[in-house]
């Protein structure tokens, strides 16, 4: 294993070193997996196959590292090929269901809505954690059905929430995967919901990571601006995490920032918390959008939080996700 590792380690920093094509410097990164003779395979077909499985591992790290075949990568390859066939008839099999978490008004404290959560009620696993089967659906392109499925549910119930007073103005999130962004129909996905079940386009709000906007930029200010004239409300998630470029901000036209909960859990106690989530509210009052903190669990988050101007707040100190009954029971209690 040594002079294998040191032959791989030896090839990342030549691979590291930038590459000149026509006049412009290339940086290349690698991922490299290692599968040794005769430990992993005693033949060349065998030792490629577990040398994939490790470099699928070095990709899953990151890319632009090293690493070994182990009998645990094996097994894992194994899960998820079980979990991926098992997601094709999920939906059909009605084995999805909704959970919403809710958000609060800074100010008043009062209930205005929710982020609409999807969990797996596996028939023998139990609940599967979104953790372990959204990478899976995003691999295998399954999101693209189950997201769709997401936005159906949600108009749904936003739909069964419109003759209620006490509930029909409450606003639905919904995450929105950078696959389906990238497909470029997805207003028309939205625009079908919204018309089926008649549903009330300003009161549903899609949350998109910073990273989904960076891939194809000019493509998306088209996407948003069709989706905005669906009348949907329009979020960045996780913000923070990504390149938080302000001139983004300006052209993508959105209505608000989701802090990223790594900056939000002991606020409180941690300065620089504190002073990126300031700049980020700050960020967001020039611009004329609301801010969301999510991920707050200690009493002490709110008032800080209050402090520096955020507008909403999600997280466990208030609620954890629950079951659509769930949430509204809870809701009307909040509400009276």
């Known amino acids: 294993m040594g002079s294998a590792s040191v032959i791989a380690s030896e090839l990342l920093r030549s691979m590291a070193r930038p590459y000149q094509l026509a006049g412009i410097d290339l940086n290349i990164t690698a991922s490299i997996g290692v599968a040794l003779y005769p430990?992993?395979?005693?033949?060349?077909?065998?030792?490629?196959?577990?040398?994939?499985?490790?470099?699928?591992?070095?990709?899953?790290?990151g890319q632009n590292a090293i690493?070994?075949?182990?009998?645990?990568?094996d097994g894992q390859l194994h899960e998820e090929i079980l979990l991926a066939n098992d997601l094709?008839?999920?939906?059909?099999?009605?084995?999805f269901e909704i959970y919403l978490q809710p958000i609060l008004d800074m100010r008043t404290e009062r209930v205005i809505g929710a982020e609409a959560l999807i969990r797996w009620i596996h028939p023998t696993r139990g609940v599967v954690s979104p953790g372990i089967f959204i990478p899976i659906a995003e691999k295998t392109g399954l999101i693209i059905e189950i997201g769709g499925w997401v936005i159906d549910q949600t108009c749904a119930i936003l739909t069964r929430w419109a003759g209620d007073p006490g509930f029909n103005q409450l606003t639905l999130a919904i995450n929105i995967s950078a696959k389906q962004v990238g497909r470029g129909d997805l207003d028309h996905?939205?625009?079908?919901?919204?018309?089926?079940?008649?549903?009330?386009?300003?009161?549903?709000e899609l949350e998109i990571t910073e990273s989904a906007l960076i891939n194809e930029p000019e493509q998306f200010v088209d996407l948003l601006a069709r989706l905005r004239r669906?009348?949907?409300r329009l979020a960045i998630d996780d913000f923070g995490t990504g390149y938080s470029n302000l001139t983004y901000l300006q052209r993508f036209m959105v209505d608000k920032l989701k802090v990223d909960q790594s900056f939000v859990r002991d606020l409180a106690l941690n300065p620089q918390n504190a002073a990126i989530v300031q700049a980020v509210v700050q960020m967001a009052v020039s611009l004329g959008l609301?801010?969301?903190a999510e991920g707050i669990e200690t009493?002490?988050?709110?008032?800080?939080?209050?402090?520096?101007?955020?507008?909403?707040?999600?997280?466990?100190?208030?609620?954890?996700?629950?079951?659509?009954?769930?949430?509204?029971?809870?809701?009307?209690?909040?509400?009276a």
Not at 67 to 73: K, N, S, T
Not at 88 to 95: I, Q
Not at 317 to 326: C, E, N, Q, R, W
């Open 39 to 61: 430990s992993d395979g005693d033949s060349f077909e065998h030792l490629l196959k577990q040398a994939s499985l490790a470099v699928k591992s070095a990709k899953d790290a």
């Open 67 to 73: 690493r070994f075949f182990d009998r645990a990568m």
């Open 88 to 95: 094709h008839g999920a939906v059909l099999r009605n084995e």
């Open 189 to 204: 996905v939205l625009a079908r919901a919204l018309a089926e079940h008649g549903t009330q386009p300003n009161l549903l």
């Open 230 to 232: 669906l009348g949907v």
């Open 290 to 292: 609301k801010t969301t």
């Open 299 to 335: 009493t002490e988050t709110p008032q800080a939080l209050r402090a520096l101007g955020c507008d909403q707040a999600q997280g466990y100190l208030f609620s954890p996700p629950m079951p659509v009954d769930s949430f509204q029971a809870w809701a009307q209690g909040a509400l």
